[in-house]
């Protein structure tokens, strides 16, 4: 078997190497027959001869042009075949491949046996690969669209193919062959892997980190022939879209397995690797702001191109930190000699971007009007500043140390402090920003307008932040919320009252909106909203990803009350935390194949009575011989009660529980859910307008008129 | 609230007499720090003076509109509760564990960890001695080095870390307030013979309409 991965893969790389020969090479005679077409117009002499060979060339363009397009697609099919040889490797126990061995085991069960695929440096790549390779497939299919952009895309994108492809055949070989005496047994598959959600997380975050190859493909390819109008923008965006998504849910499901694996009470730790996928969401959804400007007013198309160009470059700076070893994370593979590989990467495609962009800028000038300060076009310029402020400091925080290691010889931490005092206060700012932004128009927005629009969401978020500041702290977690107490309570306060406002913004946008053709159509409210954001989806539907954005923040803002606790529990014993108490009725072990496993068995009760029974366990796996903590949770909407057995004290041989009392966490993933809720109703395409409109009757109220219009 | 009142004026007495009421030095760049807290002790003085001059001494309108704004802004962000507890808590929060696990000292949960037990038992002892927040942090860096903290100090190079982000943003949004004032300085395009531009109230009257008549 391992020899039909090997062949696959030296296939798909030969495959993609002819993709990106064969392209440019169509593209070159492409170019040479259009400019001998545009002598033809321009009325300059031609000699018969000429034209049969601009005939000749253009065939023949177009006929190599189609092979390099199908070698792209058949590449699909060859890193396709070396997957799925791996796999088959895995579910075979196939340990004389090293890859196999190291991550793999006899007992372990099939679905993780599946996600072996991901789980080591090799495979990785490989699923890397086959990701890249897929995107390209689905790109090549689509190519109908536009010919030209697309096939310059694929030849960028068989660019970056061959670049993972060198590395699978020459430097992390996934079919490597285990030297000697092959084992009876794997090593097994790290035990903090061993979670159903692993077998999402990682397709998902890798289906964010190499979609974002596609938008930086179309960007270059209309950078190097020079693409007129704006169509390509349009297409990028979609691209852009569904891979922010992606990456939305990756990031969001790397959180939420951290918080019910690790153990540690938390979900977001600002570790490298951590960082190193938030950094490419910050600049995608950067763009996914400015791109706006570009398509409504022909904006900003310099910057559009270094922002498509930065979220591609740093998807891959942040895999180049994982691989390397240069930065320590608890997630990073062995250093290894791959970190070479990709720097030079790096290095090759910023001079490749920089070169083009450098030689054809002059196509992306444009003329920049202004009208006013107050105006959708200048909120746009601060929101890019934030996002991309916000990229900087997390890239800053996570080579601080290295830098520091370089100017005074010692190596610092960079830990949840220092992005909690850089970071949260311009979040707040962007918080701010995404509540007056849709309250702006394209243009000019009369302060008169603004103020109007905006008197009663800020009135809103007042009430609520006095509100909370005023209640009683035994209502619930995020309620008698005191600043003055830490300043964490202050930021809390201020992420809740700034999630009320963006909430009541886009609420008045849909009622606005909603009751406008709630007046045409004499539909009720709701359908009349239904049917706004049928008509705009992508408007709507932006607003809605916003409303779950500031679910997610006052989910974020729930740390500020996190309480723990931890104590030895006999028989018997007795632990409160909050409003709970927990009284350990039993423990007991089991054993399964794969790992053995010790369990608390807890009452929980709520004043006087009880609520619950949990069982947070603790694994034993032997193939790995390696202990991990299974926590149990019980979440709600005003906090999550978060209990980990974490085994036995070793001076006594009692057992040590520790419970966790986590505020508003479960706001985070519903916040998640809505997001992504949005994102797919801006991909819908509009409703198509009516064929008859009755009259236009002006709105009787200056209160009814939509200060915002577009997206 | 007369009772929350009265715990607010507490504390901003103590902090106008530079007493540590709770409040973290280690929260925020030392230098800007201490400077911040004397701006609140000075207008601290200034409220209490004003309050007990209230009937002899008439302060401007607007520096009275603002000063229980200010009063209110900077006691939530630099006042807090200062038992031992809560110290323990927030000083062990900036502290890593060092066995390598890359948690915060209070939340490394493995049982059997070989130091963040006696790591805990040293930062209680500190604050039992009644050792300041900075000695304590002297003490851990001098037995574990500078990446037992959490974050980088706010001396040195360090400084830098917390410097950077700042410094781009203010540079960022000069930036950005130059490029507006450009584009809008800008002159409008030429338009065809016998076409009149419109300005102000004409042209808002148009804009308004259009946005009525073609915005859903």
């Known amino acids: ?711 | 609230m007369p009772q929350e009142t009265k715990l607010t004026e507490v504390n901003v007495g103590t902090a106008a007499l530079g007493c540590r009421s709770g409040a973290q030095p280690g929260r925020f760049a030392g230098g800007a720090y201490e400077v911040m807290r004397e701006c609140v002790a000075k207008i601290l003085r200034e409220c209490l003076m004003t309050n007990s001059n209230r009937k002899t001494k008439r302060s401007q309108p607007s520096l009275k509109a603002i000063r229980p704004l200010l009063l209110c802004t900077f006691v939530f962000a630099f006042l807090g509760a200062s038992d031992p507890a809560t110290r323990f808590n927030e000083i062990g929060h900036q502290m890593m564990c060092i066995c390598g696990c890359n948690q915060i000292l209070l939340e490394c949960n493995h049982v059997g960890c070989p130091d963040s037990d006696g790591m805990r038992n040293e930062l209680m002892a500190s604050l039992t001695r009644g050792d300041s927040d900075s000695l304590v942090e002297q003490g851990f860096v001098q037995k574990y080095g500078p990446t037992v903290l959490a974050a980088p100090t706010t001396k040195g190079f360090d400084r830098a870390a917390y410097i950077m982000p700042f410094a781009a943003l203010i540079l960022g949004f000069s930036l950005i307030v130059l490029v507006i004032r450009a584009w809008k300085n800008r002159p409008a395009p030429a338009i065809a013979d016998g076409l009149r531009p419109m300005h102000g109230a004409e042209l808002e009257q148009f804009r308004d309409q259009a946005r009525q008549e073609t915005d859903l």
């Open chain 1, 1 to 711: 078997m391992a020899e039909i991965g090997s062949f696959a893969l030296l296939l798909a790389l030969a495959l993609s190497v002819y993709s990106l020969l064969a392209g440019i090479l169509a593209l070159a005679f492409q170019t040479r027959v259009s400019s001998q077409l545009t002598g033809v117009a321009a009325g300059r002499p031609v000699p018969g001869e000429e034209s049969s060979l601009v005939a000749m060339l253009r065939h023949g363009s177009e006929r190599i042009g189609e092979t390099a397009r199908r070698a792209g697609i058949a590449t699909f099919g060859a890193v396709l075949l070396a997957s799925i040889v791996l796999v088959i490797c895995a579910f075979r126990d196939d340990f004389s491949i090293a890859y196999i061995l190291h991550h793999s085991n006899r007992d372990l069960p099939a679905p993780y046996k599946f996600a072996v695929l991901w789980s080591g440096q090799e495979g990785s790549l490989l699923f890397w690969s086959l990701l890249l390779a897929a995107y390209g497939f689905v790109l090549r299919l689509r190519y109908k669209t536009d010919p030209r952009l697309f096939a310059y895309a694929s030849v960028v994108l068989s660019g970056v193919q061959i670049f993972f492809l060198l590395l699978l055949n020459f430097a992390a070989h996934p079919f490597a062959i285990v030297q000697g005496t092959i084992p009876a047994d794997g090593n097994g598959l790290n035990p903090l892997l061993q979670y159903p959600e692993m077998v999402i997380h990682p397709p998902m975050l890798y289906l964010g980190y190499v979609g974002f190859t596609i938008p930086f493909a179309f960007a270059l390819g209309a950078l190097i022939m020079k693409y007129p109008g704006e169509k390509w923008i349009n297409i990028t965006r979609r691209w852009t879209m569904v891979t922010w998504a992606f990456l939305t849910c990756g990031v969001f499901l790397g959180a939420h397995w951290a918080y019910s694996v690790l153990g540690w009470g938390g979900y977001w730790g600002w570790d490298p690797v951590e960082n190193a996928s938030l950094m490419p969401w910050l600049t995608g959804t950067a763009f996914l702001h400015s791109v706006m400007m570009q398509e409504k007013r022909g904006m900003l198309k310099m910057w559009n191109m270094w922002l498509v160009f930065a979220t591609f470059w740093l998807a891959i700076l942040g895999t180049f930190l994982t691989r390397s070893g240069i930065i320590s994370s608890v997630h990073a593979f062995a250093q290894s000699s791959i970190g070479d590989w990709f720097a030079w990467f790096l290095a090759i495609t910023l001079i490749v971007f920089l070169f083009f962009f450098f030689k054809n800028k002059s196509h992306l000038r444009s003329e920049h009007k202004l009208e006013s300060l107050v105006s959708r076009e200048s909120s746009f310029l601060f929101n890019n500043l934030l996002f991309v402020l916000l990229c900087f400091t997390v890239l800053w925080g996570t080579w601080f140390p290295k830098i520091s290691e370089l100017v005074q010889g010692n190596k610092v931490t960079v830990g949840a402090p220092f992005y909690n005092r850089v970071a949260i206060p311009v979040a707040l700012l962007l918080l701010i920003l995404t509540a007056v932004g849709p309250l702006l128009a394209w243009r000019k927005t009369s302060l008169e307008s603004l103020k109007r629009n905006f008197m009663w969401p800020t009135i809103g978020a007042i009430v609520v932040a006095i509100f909370l500041m005023a209640t009683p702290q035994k209502w619930g977690s995020a309620f008698g919320l005191r600043p003055w107490k830490d300043i964490s309570y202050f930021y809390s306060l201020m992420a809740i009252a700034l999630s009320v406002l963006v909430a009541l913004t886009v609420a008045s946008e849909f009622f606005r909106g909603g009751r406008v053709i709630s007046k045409h159509t004499r539909q009720g409210m709701f359908a009349s909203m239904v049917q706004l954001t049928h008509r705009n989806t992508r408007r709507y539907g932006g607003y809605i990803v916003h409303f779950g954005v500031v679910v997610v923040i006052i989910g974020f803002a729930g740390a500020a009350f996190n309480l723990d606790k931890e104590q030895e529990m006999g028989y018997g014993d007795k632990m409160t935390i909050g409003p709970y108490t927990l009284i350990c009725r039993s423990y007991t072990d089991d054993d399964a194949p794969n790992y053995a496993s010790e369990w608390a068995v807890l009452d929980v009760y709520k004043g006087d009575k009880q609520i619950d029974t949990m069982t947070p366990v603790r694994r034993f796996y032997k193939a790995s011989r390696q202990t991990s903590t299974m926590p149990d949770i019980r979440s709600g909407l005003n906090e999550d009660l978060y209990l980990v057995f974490e085994g036995l004290n070793p001076d006594n041989g009692h057992p040590i529980l520790k419970a966790h009392l986590n505020a508003l966490v479960m706001w985070i993933w519903m916040g998640v859910w809505i997001m992504l809720i949005g994102t797919v109703l801006a991909l819908i395409p509009n409703a198509p307008a009516p064929l008859r409109v009755p009259a236009p009757s002006r709105v009787a109220s200056a209160h009814a008129e939509p200060v915002a219009t577009g997206d």
